[in-house]
């Protein structure tokens, strides 16, 4: 695990399960503190409980999709919310028009994902307490 200090809060929004928990996966290995949801409508009610430091969201998704969601969120009171959009589309750009900070197309390697982390949600390095 590379982070030893304070973690960041990701919330994984992905109907598939597996991919959902191998990001999750990936992440937690690099020393985030990940949430995980798989549909659209949750992960909107999580995002209200409480506001991820980044969220890596799936398009094609049940009861709101992908793009629903990060329209509302850009709306609304998430305007600054880092949003990675993950999609097999084949034009993956398209997000960029509805607001994403980013495009992670997939399929997509650990260094990528983990790249797209650092960039828009760094873990602060580890700072030794003084005894």
């Known amino acids: ?7 960041q809060d990701a919330l994984v929004v992905d109907d598939e399960v597996e991919v959902a928990s191998f ?11 990940v949430r995980v949801q798989h ?18 969201l799936n398009v094609a998704m049940p009861v709101m999709i992908g793009d629903e969601l990060l329209r509302y969120l850009r709306r609304n009171a998430f305007a600054d ?10 034009q993956p750009e398209k997000y960029r028009l509805y607001g994403a900070t980013d495009v992670l197309p997939k399929p997509f390697d650990i260094d990528e994902l983990v790249g797209v982390m650092e960039q828009y949600a ?9 005894a």
């Open 122 to 130: 760094p873990i602060p390095p580890h700072t030794p307490t003084r």
């Open 1 to 7: 695990m590379k982070g030893a200090g304070a973690s």
């Open 81 to 90: 919310l880092p949003v990675i959009i993950m999609t097999a589309s084949l």
């Open 23 to 33: 990001v999750a996966e990936i992440l937690r290995d690099e020393g985030y503190h």
């Open 39 to 56: 549909d659209g409508a949750s992960a909107l009610v999580e995002i209200v409980r409480r506001p991820p430091a980044l969220l890596l």
